[in-house]
């Protein structure tokens, strides 16, 4: 038995279900391990030794690359002073001042701990400024775990998903027939960054739907929630929407914004300002500064090395190269999303069979990929480790033909 099954065995018994939530290996091909010892860069290690290149990046929060040396500088050095204390450190109103310089909508900023908690946040700040229950999210969308989103409602009751409204994603004359079911009791509109479902094609937002939400906002007073948490960091930092001309009210940000350490951020405008700082919302270790520090240092280098540019980059490289070899090798993929968050999709494969086999083989030769989730590139993944990358693939496709 290898190492990582026998910390599974372990992990049995004493964690429910081995593991809790997303990162569970159940829902990936055999082969995948769930325990890693190790980081660095685009690379990382299993429990028994092997080396992948990384194309989930902690399912998106590392994107300037694993064990950053200047983002884990900033971090030792705030945590030699004091992380965890009576009210949070000076770096809390820096970190504030830099994003809410950064983001283009953004008057004011809040932290907390993880997405789930920033797009809670934005419906109950969108809530008490409105005095309205209504939300419409989109059908399919994640917006965390939280009772009123989680997307499997074990455990929880109908009353805390009952003001929900579905609207179909890209499609304005749903959000609009939506919007008319909630007679005057909409308090806000939720929608991604972009089309991330699970298991689909990723679509990016038009023009016209992203402004048929602001005027819908516009019209009723509810507000315009972006949820950025997997987006933001990846596509633009002023937001995700800006070159749609779209600005929200209220966007949830988190995952990358601190490279990995456990940040999450709701920027706001002037009108949600008071209901912002009129709700209860906390959480022991919501002040922690060390992953504030972390979080400057982040959003200063990604724009020093134009971050968002490079990974863009990296993801076209990898896009044509995967392109190139699926049609070397007589098979049918679809890739969608904006590069740098590639989703990689096998034609007539509904139930990702043959995604997953890929899978499994890129696995086998180094590369760790995923087969119905969006991926993701960091500024750690340079040209040779694409096409380091991109050789194993090419092995993957060849094995996959010849089955
Ligand atoms: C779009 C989106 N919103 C919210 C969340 C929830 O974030 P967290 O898992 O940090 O609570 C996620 C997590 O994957 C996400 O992708």
Redesign the pocket.
Known sequence: MNTDAALRERAARVIPGGLWG?MRVQGLPAGYPQFFTRAEGCRLWDADGREFIDFMCS??PVVLGHHDAEVEAAADAQSRLGDTMNGPAPVLVELAEHLTSIVAHADWTLFAK??????TICVTTARAATGRRKLLVARG?????APWCTPNPVGVTAEDRVHLVPYRYNDSASLEQAAQQCDGDLAGVLA??FR?DYGVDQELPTREFAQAMRALCDRTGAALIL?E???GGRLDLAGSWEHLGVRPDLA?W??AIANGHAL?AVTGNDRFRSAAASIFVTGSFWCGAVAMAAALATLRKLQAVDGIAHMRAMGQRLRAGLARQAAAHGFGIRQSGPPQMPMLLFDNDPDAALGSAFCALALEQGVYLHPKHNMFLSVAHRPQDIDQALDATDRAFAALARR
Not at 114 to 119: E, H, Q, R, V
Not at 141 to 145: I, L, N
């Open positions: 997303h399912w998106g993880n997405g789930s908690d920033a797009t969308a994640y917006h965390g775990a991604s960054a991330n949820d948490v997997r987006a949830a988190s995952k999450a």
